[in-house]
């Protein structure tokens, strides 16, 4: 097995330790993903970065399925009075809505809002069609674009129009819909973990936090390369105030109205970014096989010379019934097509040339180490699969070591303060559950809450971090995107 080389292939990118906002941007531009668009604040993503998008959207329609979600679809624009019956739903969003004022040349009777997030059209359709316990529980998401008005933008990260899933379901009662929230956020940590190898804290957002009008929120938060965290997904309850507000009832087994309790969960393109931030290096993508574009590449070498190009061909159409591959047979060297691949972030690269041919054998190349393998052709296939699976694991295993080496526990004051401002990454400490302590931490050392870990419940220590009264709750406390 050859030697790994650290050798640098892709020479434009800005090294990550030297500027990890321009390496970021950096990526996203080389390898293709996005394109800057005439209008502030919204990206177009290019084929690569929509083709990521499109294996995402596959892995989690499935698993939504599954557990018995059906796909809708809702109006793109919300009347005011309409987003105007949460109130503190609208009082949330407010900041980051755009307004539709006119349709052609006349002024609309009532405002539109562009969809932030469905909550209230999806109250909207429940209350006309949900009348009997046997309607329930109504398992809906919708796949959709919608609009915040970001003041400052980042491609994936923060766009002021972006792609998401929402799902949006009804339930009979509090424990219903409490099951559907954690069950969802279990659907959303599986995904990150073992699809795209990103280890994840599971917690409970703080009341500050939360999302506008939800009872509790839950959250999947990363942590990336940087030290910086970034929320993955959420999954919120609740509870039965929006079917208050918008009188959505049913009628129970003991002949009685009741109010339906209400879930919303989602992900959104920023994924994308979270891949990026998480498995990148300095020499551009680096994918996981799970939603790869491309999972291999064949790269003929020498393919001018008898046979090889017969037998990339050969090859590719062996594999291309199990894998994602492409055959580059431009006429582009062999070096300038491994530096192509290596910024697209492929997981594995096949490399046939004469010599192989002669020896029955080809060479594999993994993205994360350039660990190279000769493979015999006859058991191709199953090589493969297991160079795709050992990526797999290495990516997390990378992750996990990155995660834990970046997390600080911390009982002192002082010291927190000392650590956020020297270090990055998170950091576990005790807090009271005050909201003024919450923001007190913010002014001091610059972090906010990201969650309430559900499964550490070992207290560090008796007090508050921040006050020293007693503590009710550990927390993961750090610099967030």
Same mark, same amino acid.
């Given at each position: 097995?050859?030697?790994?080389?650290?050798?640098?292939?892709?020479?434009?990118?800005?090294?990550?330790?030297?500027?990890?906002?321009?390496?970021?941007?950096?990526?996203?531009?080389?390898?293709?993903?996005?394109?800057?668009?005439?209008?502030?604040?919204?990206?177009?993503?290019?084929?690569?970065?929509?083709?990521?998008?499109?294996?995402?959207?596959?892995?989690?329609?499935?698993?939504?399925?599954?557990?018995?979600?059906?796909?809708?679809?809702?109006?793109?624009?919300?009347?005011?009075?309409?987003?105007?019956?949460?109130?503190?739903?609208?009082?949330?969003?407010?900041?980051?809505?755009?307004?539709?004022?006119?349709?052609?040349?006349?002024?609309?009777?009532?405002?539109?809002?562009?969809?932030?997030?469905?909550?209230?059209?999806?109250?909207?359709?429940?209350?006309?069609?949900?009348?009997?316990?046997?309607?329930?529980?109504?398992?809906?998401?919708?796949?959709?674009?919608?609009?915040?008005?970001?003041?400052?933008?980042?491609?994936?990260?923060?766009?002021?129009?972006?792609?998401?899933?929402?799902?949006?379901?009804?339930?009979?009662?509090?424990?219903?819909?409490?099951?559907?929230?954690?069950?969802?956020?279990?659907?959303?940590?599986?995904?990150?973990?073992?699809?795209?190898?990103?280890?994840?804290?599971?917690?409970?957002?703080?009341?500050?936090?939360?999302?506008?009008?939800?009872?509790?929120?839950?959250?999947?938060?990363?942590?990336?390369?940087?030290?910086?965290?970034?929320?993955?997904?959420?999954?919120?309850?609740?509870?039965?105030?929006?079917?208050?507000?918008?009188?959505?009832?049913?009628?129970?087994?003991?002949? #009685?109205?009741?109010?339906?309790?209400?879930?919303?969960?989602?992900?959104? #393109?920023?994924?994308?970014?979270?891949?990026?931030?998480?498995?990148?290096?300095?020499?551009?993508?680096?994918?996981?096989?799970?939603?790869?574009?491309?999972?291999?590449?064949?790269?003929?070498?020498?393919?001018?010379?008898?046979?090889?190009?017969?037998?990339?061909?050969?090859?590719?159409?062996?594999?291309?019934?199990?894998?994602?591959?492409?055959?580059?047979?431009?006429?582009?060297?062999?070096?300038?097509?491994?530096?192509?691949?290596?910024?697209?972030?492929?997981?594995?690269?096949?490399?046939?040339?004469?010599?192989?041919?002669?020896?029955?054998?080809?060479?594999?190349?993994?993205?994360?180490?350039?660990?190279?393998?000769?493979?015999?052709?006859?058991?191709?296939?199953?090589?493969?699969?297991?160079?795709?699976?050992?990526?797999?694991?290495?990516?997390?295993?990378?992750?996990?070591?990155?995660?834990?080496?970046?997390?600080?526990?911390?009982?002192?004051?002082?010291?927190?303060?000392?650590?956020?401002?020297?270090?990055?990454?998170?950091?576990?400490?005790?807090?009271?559950?005050?909201?003024?302590?919450? #923001?007190?931490?913010?002014?001091?050392?610059?972090?906010?809450?990201?969650?309430?870990?559900?499964?550490?419940?070992?207290?560090?220590?008796?007090?508050?971090?921040?006050?020293?009264?007693?503590?009710?709750?550990?927390?993961?406390?750090?610099?967030?995107?």
């Amino acid at each position: 097995m050859a030697s790994v080389s650290d050798k640098k292939m892709v020479q434009e990118i800005t090294s990550m330790d030297e500027d990890f906002a321009k390496w970021y941007t950096d990526i996203v531009k080389k390898a293709d993903l996005i394109d800057y668009s005439s209008v502030k604040g919204c990206m177009i993503i290019r084929p690569y970065g929509y083709a990521i998008w499109e294996n995402i959207q596959r892995l989690l329609d499935n698993r939504f399925k599954e557990t018995g979600h059906e796909n809708v679809y809702m109006p793109l624009f919300i009347p005011e009075s309409l987003l105007n019956k949460e109130k503190e739903h609208v009082e949330g969003f407010a900041p980051e809505v755009a307004w539709v004022t006119h349709g052609g040349s006349e002024k609309l009777t009532e405002r539109l809002c562009v969809r932030p997030t469905s909550e209230t059209l999806f109250c909207e359709h429940y209350a006309n069609i949900i009348k009997s316990y046997r309607d329930l529980p109504k398992l809906y998401n919708q796949w959709c674009s919608v609009v915040r008005w970001e003041k400052t933008t980042r491609p994936f990260l923060r766009s002021r129009e972006f792609l998401w899933q929402e799902g949006h379901t009804m339930h009979a009662n509090e424990k219903d819909a409490q099951e559907e929230t954690i069950r969802m956020l279990n659907v959303y940590a599986d995904f990150f973990e073992n699809q795209l190898s990103i280890p994840v804290v599971k917690g409970r957002k703080s009341d500050k936090e939360k999302f506008a009008g939800a009872v509790a929120t839950y959250t999947v938060e990363a942590l990336m390369h940087d030290g910086k965290a970034l929320q993955g997904g959420t999954s919120h309850n609740f509870g039965d105030g929006f079917a208050r507000a918008f009188n959505i009832q049913y009628l129970d087994k003991d002949n #009685t109205l009741k109010y339906c309790h209400q879930t919303s969960w989602g992900v959104s #393109t920023r994924i994308i970014g979270g891949i990026i931030m998480t498995h990148g290096d300095n020499n551009g993508l680096v994918l996981p096989p799970a939603v790869a574009p491309i999972q291999v590449v064949i790269v003929p070498v020498a393919q001018h010379k008898p046979g090889v190009l017969e037998k990339a061909n050969e090859l590719m159409a062996r594999l291309a019934p199990h894998f994602r591959v492409k055959l580059d047979d431009s006429d582009n060297t062999p070096g300038w097509k491994f530096a192509e691949y290596e910024m697209k972030g492929v997981p594995l690269r096949l490399e046939i040339g004469p010599r192989d041919i002669e020896n029955d054998q080809c060479v594999l190349v993994r993205r994360d180490n350039r660990e190279k393998t000769f493979a015999s052709l006859e058991n191709l296939g199953k090589i493969v699969e297991e160079k795709l699976e050992e990526l797999r694991i290495a990516l997390f295993e990378k992750a996990l070591k990155n995660r834990t080496d970046r997390t600080y526990t911390e009982t002192d004051l002082d010291s927190f303060i000392k650590t956020a401002k020297e270090k990055s990454g998170y950091i576990r400490a005790m807090w009271c559950g005050s909201p003024d302590c919450e #923001t007190k931490l913010k002014e001091l050392a610059d972090v906010t809450s990201r969650c309430i870990p559900l499964d550490e419940q070992k207290p560090l220590s008796d007090s508050c971090i921040c006050c020293s009264k007693e503590a009710k709750h550990l927390v993961y406390w750090g610099k967030a995107y």
